[in-house]
């Protein structure tokens, strides 16, 4: 090793040792008869002494010369430190160099490596290599290192196999598109890379692994929407002989684990809430239960009381702000503006002040008695100091619109504390979801999904009532995992092809392999799988996972440090038989 | 659960108990009056007993038509067995059955689920999924699970942190051939499946992450020889301010922990052989040391003595087998037309016998006096009742005919001990190889292997003299590993991309980034990959990797289970801009 320890570890006794290090120089100040010098390495920062008195003129002037992000090696004795930093392990000595050795000269880096640096994200990107020296980002890449090493021996003493699935794999135009790979020994054939590794994990519970678990990079061609990643990272389950209820169990356990290990918080519950009831209560299907703000149901409370708006819409659905009373006028204006931007599509945004007084003030009040708006106050459990939303307008979209506006207000009054960790599974999606474009059904968590035992006779009368066996986890409004029971049973797995609009041949040419598997015995089974890269951010408290990944892409998917993707040498399309159409 | 306990844990301290099995039909054995069932799972074997007195009726006929592999669940009561198998866990007890709920039926499967299966290779991989069942596939990929696992805790432990590098990476044309993966999003450009996270861990050592590790995916589109995979696993590792012997005693230390731990086996020590050395006494850089059979070089004593065909010849080298006087004349002729076949290439094969009394017996006793024959004897470290083989001809080709004749014999001896692990570093390649048919030099190892320190001057004059700081880890014959010491000055990688044929602009285009990254502060580096699947399958004391990968692809590169690469759809290549050449 070119270093005896590392820029951490020195402390008061070690005083009188004599030791090598080697790092980056962080700081340098020259008071003229006395430089000290700051280096840097992934464990911490030690104070580096020179002076005239005790220095050579040549070591001195050499350590003169030095500059930031230089690599130098130095050796000397450690001393005690005059003026001590005692928030820092090694604020307590310094070392007087006898000997400094430049490994690597560096030039002026493009930003600054500080907590607070002074480059902005596109330069960051560019030189990630820099950024990652920085404290945060380092940090932010050690602690996904714990999360999966906690996650991986979690998994593995409760007798999860991680097994790994093959990335080239087949493409399947169902779903997601998929990124494809030319085959050079099969030309005109194409290997796809896989969105998940789910149909091999299945056929692993069809092999008798009973329980499997991956961590696995994952693929989607999508235009990507912020903080998306064309390539991410799964933790990816599967267990064979379960129901729904044991999967959560499990996997309960993971998450309390995880956050009871790095965090030191211990998770007293795992609320369920079905599909429906989220909806309905929060416009989402990944509620944030960091707080309340419930809805309540005024449709048939309010109509017919004059007020034409409501009176022509389908639904009335409001919720109360706790403490919202203080919010200003101009404030509410705010958010009436806020509800009819174009991404909400809200027409107006109904209030009403419960005063501290008991007594009542609202937009409405011309319409509305002061009976009437109580039971408004009721139903959306309003307290006296609280302030009362409401929107109007067709069932499904008032409550999206709600959601968000839900969550905005969340945000702005810093209701969303990201050292809170709220879990919240939701149950029981909705198998199938139609496509009014393409006037068919989609899987709405995936075509392996099993629909509940009580629904299957509902597959040919009302498909799209039927409940599937499928569940997400959220955290603090996020989903950072979902999963299903899957279907075990060849004739129906052909029944949902069919009904997702796959003729048979299809649903062979594509799934031939996994209707085959499950002719020879396939196990009742389910599974789960977490977006790691989510989950990591989360756990760490921030709201950017490209924070947590070495290398992120940005949102054109191109990494700009590589400068990928590039153009191929023409001999390379050749081999592979293509030819890039001119536009 | 479906089950209240698995196949393997039943015993005697169970009996009485009402439990709760589900699994598949191992066999059924039915003597008219009493049917025995043994069901499997990944844990074990767990035998029913369904009887004419004791069942149901109904039961007893839902029994009796059970058949291989159906999934069943079964409730009832632990018994004793009345004749116990005792080499099994749950081999004192049996199951008296009450309740069979037959979870899912199988149709007969293609090959049978037992150690010795009756189906072939191809059968096998087309139902890959029922392979797995078998016990020897499922160990060996809970082996893997195992050997990965203590990898990832050792190397945490020693503060290698695992960071995730990118697979969506850039096309560089150098080395191998890369798989491509068109960009939809930027048409007419493509990214590149990544044949080893190489510049990324040197970027994440510039970043000054000090120690990294992954085990990694990694992608190669070359012609598949036998039990080479286009997709591979690597366990790759980066360490910042180490010399060589720094990496080496590291990973010394992996290997051994890995012995020690899944085989009990204590490494006393791993030797260390120049490539030099290794090609002269063993005639490869990968030389098999669990048995002697060192080369002894007979050019200089052998010459002008009126043989012909060593007088012509640069180089005549020899070994000697211990005890292979017991080799038979008739096996001799063999082992002669064994080296003539033409993917060695001999002319022949001269062959000394050392009797037990010490007399000597020669295929060329008419060239070579007694006393000569001796000095053959002492250069080969002849013992009494030893053979001696020789072969002539240009040196390189020599060593290398004389090293596969080396190992096809303790093949054949059974001198190869998969019980037996005998590591072997070799050290000091060739830091580049000249390519005869593009008539320039090429990387041995890759362009980023540092020269050694004092050869550097070579680089001008000499560059075929210049060493590298480049290693390989050697097991039983097998390269399980190589890594190198990095360069991490821009100007001297900037002269070895030069040497290598590089423009300088095809280095910035390509390598850039790197480069560029040199210039802000780059540590002394190096670091090492392990090839996964060959040292799980050497662990595992197999010669076959697809034995120890769950969805392994054939030497075509096909994925015969799911029928890929495969055709994919129009609008697919269209949304990429691309077309297939017609031939």
Known sequence: MLRTHNCGELKSSDINKMVTLAGWVQKKRDKGFIIWVDIRDRYGITQLIFDEKRSTKKL???????????VVQVSGKVIERESKNIDIQTGRVELLVEKLNILNKSEIPPFTIEDNTDGGEELRMEYRYLDIRRAEIRENLIFRHDVTMK??????????????????????????????????????????????????KQLLMVGGIDRY?????????????????????????????????????????????????????KLNNFPRMTYDEAMKNYGSDKPDIRFEMKFGDLTSISKGKGFNVFDSEESIIGFSIKNGNSISRKDIDGWTNWVKQPQIGAKGLVWVRYNDNKTLKSSVDKFYSHDELIDWVKITHAEPG??????????????????????????????RDPNIFAPLWVTDFPLLEWDNELKRFHAMHHPFTSPKEEDIELLKTAPEKV?????????????????SIRIHNSNLQKQIFNLLGFTDKEARKQFGFLMGAFKYGAPPHGGIA?????????????????????FPKNNSGRDVMIDSPSSIIKPQLDELGLSIVKK
Do not use: W
């Open 213 to 265: 678990f991956q961590i696995v990079k994952c693929f989607r061609d999508e235009d990507l929407r912020a903080d998306r990643q064309p390539e991410f990272t799964q933790i990816d389950c599967e267990m064979s002989f379960v129901n729904q209820d044991d999967v959560l169990n499990e996997f309960e356990g993971l998450i309390s684990h995880l956050l009871l290990k790095l965090k030191n918080i």
């Open 530 to 550: 977490f977006g790691l890269d989510r989950l990591v951010a989360i756990l760490g408290g921030k709201e950017t996972i490209r924070d947590f990944i070495a």
């Open 386 to 415: 609280d302030l009362i939303f409401i929107l109007s307008g067709d069932y499904k979209k008032t409550l999206k619109q709600l959601g968000d506006l839900r969550l905005a207000i969340a945000e702005k009054l810093s209701l």
């Open 60 to 70: 001195y002037d050499k350590a003169k010369n030095l500059s930031r992000e230089d």
């Open 151 to 200: 996650v991986r021996n979690y998994l593995s003493k409760k007798g999860f196999i991680d097994i790994e699935t093959p990335y080239l794999i087949k493409s399947t135009p169902e779903g997601a598109r998929d990124f494809i790979v030319p085959s050079r020994m099969n030309q005109g054939e194409f290997y796809a890379l896989p969105q998940s590794p789910q149909t091999f």
């Open 467 to 483: 409940k599937a066996n499928a569940y997400d986890l959220v955290l603090n409004g996020n989903e950072i995992g979902g999963g």
